[in-house]
């Protein structure tokens, strides 16, 4: 079985930053897995933010692009998303999850984002 447990949210003002953590563990060969973060709004569909490969290559979707960074640390068994100039459209429960070419699992509790001033 493998786990991934998200961490790092919060509540930010308009402009804000906040580091989100995903930690995996249990049955894994970390390294050899693609990532993505996810994201999902109240009465919204699940939707990718970001993904990085196992080489370490890094996508942002176009809502994000310049303002979000996906990173990695196989050695820790954890993807980071830094998140900056955080906007009100940016709220949401956060995700972290595998990719479809090379698998997820089971989804994490995920973490809170909350915008506001």
């Known amino acids: 079985q493998v786990q991934v447990v998200e961490s790092g949210g919060g509540l930010v003002q308009p402009g804000g930053s906040l580091n989100l953590s995903c930690v995996a563990s249990g049955s894994i060969s970390f390294s050899t897995h693609n990532w993505g973060w996810y994201r999902q709004a109240p009465g919204k569909e699940r939707e990718l933010v970001a993904d990085i490969t196992r080489a370490g290559s890094t996508n942002v979707v176009d809502s994000v692009k310049g303002r979000f960074t996906i990173s990695r640390v196989n050695a820790k068994n954890t993807v980071y998303l830094r998140m900056n100039t955080l906007k009100p459209e940016d709220p949401a429960v956060y995700y972290c999850?595998?990719?479809?070419?090379?698998?997820?699992?089971?989804w994490g509790q995920g973490t809170q984002v909350t915008v506001s001033s």
């Open positions: 999850n595998g990719r479809p070419s090379t698998g997820f699992f089971r």
